[in-house]
């Protein structure tokens, strides 16, 4: 059994937000491989699906983006899934818009949500799908910046990176997560 988690914030209003890259992919990932999202649990909604012969679940944790550790800790428990067969995926303020970058371990790097999850993991050591948003131009503050949306230049670079990410994870199912870095990074 694999977890794939999207990190965002629920509610219309953080729609299309770049903090909402997580949630973004995950959706993508259920559309193109027909993952119905229609558990509630552990603080967030799932859906899972059998892809290459692996049991997959697809979450999207419901608490807000600093407190994610919070819906993740839970379903691995509740599954006896290990660490080593989860993956994040988050936005990245230290990519250029649309990189993505496969990681097996890694600091929080000033994320709260990646905070919420070591906290809670009580390790560094999980696998990340990081996804570049670039940082903000002309002294915007953070938290604006990455609670708004993509500005129409951005637009394609992230459409892309989504296609990238679901591939990667599909990839995931069926390899070692460092051939699939190999592959994506």
């Keep these: 059994?694999?977890?794939?988690?999207?990190?965002g914030n629920p509610g219309a209003k953080y729609a299309g937000?770049?903090?909402?890259?997580?949630?973004?992919?995950?959706d993508y990932c259920a559309k193109e491989l027909g993952v119905e999202l229609n558990q509630s649990k552990f603080?967030?909604?799932f859906g899972i699906k059998i892809i290459n012969g692996e049991k997959v679940f697809f979450l999207k944790p419901l608490t807000y983006m600093n407190l994610s550790g919070?819906?993740?800790r839970p379903l691995l428990d509740y599954y006896q899934?290990?660490?080593?067969?989860?993956?994040?995926?988050?936005?990245d303020l230290d990519l250029?818009?649309?990189?993505?970058?496969?990681?097996?371990?890694?600091?929080?790097?000033?994320?709260?949500?990646?905070?919420?999850?070591?906290?809670?993991?009580?390790?560094?050591?999980?696998?990340?799908?990081?996804v570049g948003v670039d940082r903000p131009k002309d002294g915007e503050p953070i938290v604006n910046y990455v609670l708004?949306?993509?500005?129409?230049?951005e637009r394609q670079?992230?459409?892309?990176?989504i296609i990238q990410a679901s591939k990667a994870i599909e990839a995931w199912t069926d390899k070692s997560f460092l051939e699939v870095m190999n592959q994506f990074n």
């Design 70 to 72: 919070e819906s993740v």
């Design 43 to 45: 603080k967030g909604i």
């Design 1 to 7: 059994m694999k977890v794939v988690v999207g990190l």
């Design 17 to 26: 937000t770049r903090h909402n890259i997580g949630f973004d992919i995950i």
């Design 148 to 153: 708004g949306t993509y500005r129409p230049d």
């Design 157 to 161: 670079a992230m459409s892309e990176s």
């Design 81 to 91: 899934i290990g660490i080593d067969d989860l993956v994040v995926i988050y936005d």
């Design 96 to 130: 250029p818009t649309g990189k993505i970058r496969l990681r097996e371990k890694g600091s929080a790097g000033g994320h709260n949500g990646i905070k919420s999850l070591i906290q809670h993991l009580g390790t560094e050591k999980f696998k990340r799908i990081r």
